[in-house]
């Protein structure tokens, strides 16, 4: 009985192994006809990726420069590759800039004198009804007097004028005595050297003005000395110009209407006309200096004339009342320290209620660009000083286009190209098409070994 069991089993077993080599033979003639059954069955991209490997998912397009075109309905999902459309950059956050309010450099005035000498007064304010020196924040107005300098230069330039005043009136008399006299008596050469004599004191008359003009007298000034040669002249004995104690006195007037903002003298103190006597400033206009990112400039450049606008928060405002204004100059230099650069405007400011040093914070508003289009981090492919991404050109026949494109901008997960790109080397990118937002490493990595394997045959 056990040598019939065992001689049943042993004839069963070579049937089963033919049963098993037919059903391979078939499933391997038709694996074409039962593979994309098989794939359909498979979810998982990581199963799908298994099954394609033995034929390429992809192949390049001929005629085509750098552009992909899939085997199989299937290989998408064997690459993992999925697509998003371009969208529209939409309008930017705007740019809260740092910064604070200084006086407007146009408006600002050094008062100097025009030479070496000696602090005789300070001009004089009005003050609860009682006069006192001019300080640090007091107002001026133009042509005020703000100082008077007591120099031997100016003494020594006026009496020049009246020497040279006297010598031009000696000259006209003695000219007028010898054309009285008979002709013949006197010679035509003293004649001749008569009339040079008056000349050349008009002349010395003239350059003695000069000198007083260039160093900013007034006509009351000038005529002032003009007046003491004629007392002169009247009564030599009452008239003594040493002991005029305001002969070598001259007057500082203010250039503009404006607030003192620096004093840096007292009465008696020599000054020098390198030295700032006062700085006197117009405060009826502050600039404001505000702070921008070296990744910013491109916005606020980019900006048209119009645009140009901004409001001014004040921190030190309680009420946190916002000023509207406008900006010109943009700096042409980055501090090297905090990579910024500055953006320059004017605030009105004619009652005085801003002051010079206050912090600000300037918003500027950014309109959306129609030349910018955004994208997902991830559809961008970068190698070097390259950015590429996929393009979806073929949606039918799952065509894939590598273009190179022209990155303006980067936030967290958003890429920013430029649709349009002027340079030479990008090519645009449009709202409405589709990118290859994941799997674009691994169809790069499939273009380059196409492509390297296209060189070598």
Excluded: C
């Excluded at 939409?90 to 408006?107: A, C, H, T, Y």
């Excluded at 008056?198 to 005529?223: K, P």
């Excluded at 943009?330 to 400011?349: C, E, F, K």
Aim: proline share 5%.
């Amino acid at each position: 009985m056990s040598e019939k069991s065992v001689h049943s089993k042993g004839s069963t077993l070579p049937w089963g192994w033919g049963i098993v080599a037919v059903v391979g033979l078939v499933v391997a003639w038709n694996w074409q006809q039962l593979r994309p059954i098989a794939l359909d069955l498979l979810q998982d991209p990581a199963q799908a990726k298994a099954l394609t490997a033995v034929q390429p998912p992809v192949e390049l397009v001929p005629e085509e420069e750098a552009t992909l075109q899939l085997t199989s309905p299937h290989a998408a999902a064997a690459l993992a590759i999925k697509v998003t459309e371009v969208r529209s950059a939409p309008q930017p956050e705007p740019l809260r800039l740092p910064g604070s309010l200084l006086l407007d450099p146009n408006r600002l005035v050094h008062v100097h004198s025009r030479f070496t000498g000696e602090t005789v007064s300070i001009g004089q304010i009005e003050d609860d009804g009682v006069m006192r020196p001019l300080q640090y924040g007091d107002p001026v107005k133009k042509g005020q007097v703000i100082a008077v300098i007591w120099s031997k230069e100016v003494g020594e330039k006026k009496s020049e004028l009246v020497d040279a005043l006297s010598q031009l009136e000696m000259s006209r008399s003695l000219l007028k005595r010898l054309e009285s006299v008979q002709k013949g008596v006197v010679t035509e050469r003293v004649l001749l050297e008569a009339r040079r004599d008056v000349e050349a004191g008009m002349i010395a008359v003239a350059r003695a003005e000069r000198t007083l003009r260039s160093w900013r007298m007034t006509d009351t000034e000038i005529e002032t000395v003009r007046r003491e040669y004629r007392n002169l002249m009247k009564d030599k004995d009452a008239s003594d110009l040493a002991v005029d104690e305001k002969w070598a006195e001259t007057e500082i007037r203010a250039a503009i209407d404006g607030v003192i903002v620096e004093k840096n003298f007292n009465v008696g103190d020599v000054v020098d006309p390198q030295d700032d006597l006062f700085k006197i400033a117009d405060l009826s206009r502050l600039q404001v200096l505000a702070n921008v990112y070296e990744e910013d400039l491109w916005a606020i450049r980019d900006l048209k004339p119009s645009e140009r606008h901004w409001s001014i928060d004040l921190k030190s405002d309680p009420s946190d009342n916002q000023i509207q204004g406008t900006f010109e100059l943009i700096g042409s230099m980055i501090d090297p320290a905090q990579r910024t650069g500055s953006v320059m405007g004017w605030l009105d400011n004619k009652d005085s209620r801003l002051l010079v040093g206050q912090f600000i914070t300037a918003t500027v508003q950014l309109p959306a660009s129609s030349t910018i289009v955004a994208i997902p981090e991830s559809a961008l492919i970068e190698e070097g000083d390259s950015s590429t991404v996929f393009v979806a050109t073929d949606a039918q026949q799952q065509r894939f286009t590598r273009r190179k494109v022209l990155v303006v901008k980067r936030t967290a997960g958003t890429v920013y190209i430029n649709s349009d790109p002027r340079t030479s080397g990008f090519e645009p990118l449009h709202v409405g098409e589709s990118v290859v937002s994941e799997g674009s490493l691994g169809l790069g990595g499939e273009l380059a070994n196409l492509q390297a394997g296209q060189r070598k045959s």
